[in-house]
């Protein structure tokens, strides 16, 4: 399968200080593709860097035409949703003002975010910094999935959910990867194995490893090695 993102040699700084060395990774047309790691290796970076949200160097590639030189609102416009790590709701505005702001498409697909999140209908009018954390996290995702993007960059979207509310977000990317590949930095193992195909490894700001997520997380020696962590079902990979 052909790849619909390509990353070479990107690197990139926040405040003079080199957060991503040297990632080369690709993400295919289809699927979901997980970037594990250590905490503080660069994996959020790596996803600012791509959106063009931190000082980057390198080549960066989608759909054949190079983005790198690009600034933010051009690439969402070219059909990029990102949902950020702390997901970054307007919390002064309603639930349906965040999602008013986040349309760009003629035909948003209200029908899918309500689908999706039943939970957020009721709550329409009310100001999205009195949410829950996990209806916050709803909200965040609703933002990316009410337009019909080509592609979802995705940073840690279970972090610090209940359980419930961790199978109902990766049930919802579930559905969103039928529609779009995602580009998804998480910490939980379990939903790894649920929703990844791929997965790429980073240290120190640096690929150290690619390859199927279901041979990675099969070998426990190299999960200890990569991630820190056991492969026990109720583990989750250090932030």
């Not at 619909?4 to 405040?15: D, K, N, P």
């Not at 959106?51 to 190079?66: D, H, K, N």
């Amino acid at each position: 399968m052909s790849a619909l993102l390509q990353v070479e040699h990107l690197s990139a700084a926040v405040g003079g200080q080199q957060v991503v060395e040297d990632v080369s990774l690709s993400v295919p047309e289809a699927g979901v593709t997980a970037v594990l790691g250590r905490n503080g290796v660069g994996k959020t970076s790596t996803l600012k860097a791509i959106m063009g949200l931190i000082t980057r160097s390198g080549r960066v590639t989608f759909a054949g035409e190079r983005i790198d030189s690009e600034h933010t609102h051009r690439i969402v416009r070219r059909g990029i949703g990102y949902v950020p790590e702390d997901r970054e709701v307007f919390a002064g505005l309603t639930v349906a003002e965040n999602l008013r702001l986040a349309v760009r498409d003629s035909d948003p697909r209200h029908d899918l975010v309500e689908a999706l999140f039943p939970d957020l209908v009721p709550r329409a009018d009310q100001r999205a910094g009195t949410l829950s954390g996990g209806q916050q996290q709803m909200l965040s995702l609703s933002r990316a999935l009410i337009n019909r993007n080509r592609l979802l960059l995705v940073d840690e979207p279970t972090k610090g959910l209940a359980p419930r509310i961790v199978d109902q977000v990766a049930q919802a990317l579930e559905e969103a990867a039928r529609t779009a590949p995602i580009l998804l930095v998480e910490q939980n193992l379990p939903v790894i194995e649920r929703l990844a195909d791929a997965v790429v490894v980073i240290d120190a700001g640096v690929v150290v490893h690619t390859g199927k997520a279901a041979e990675l997380l099969a070998d426990e020696d190299a999960v200890q090695r990569f991630l820190g962590v056991a492969t026990h079902p109720t583990t989750e990979v250090q932030t």
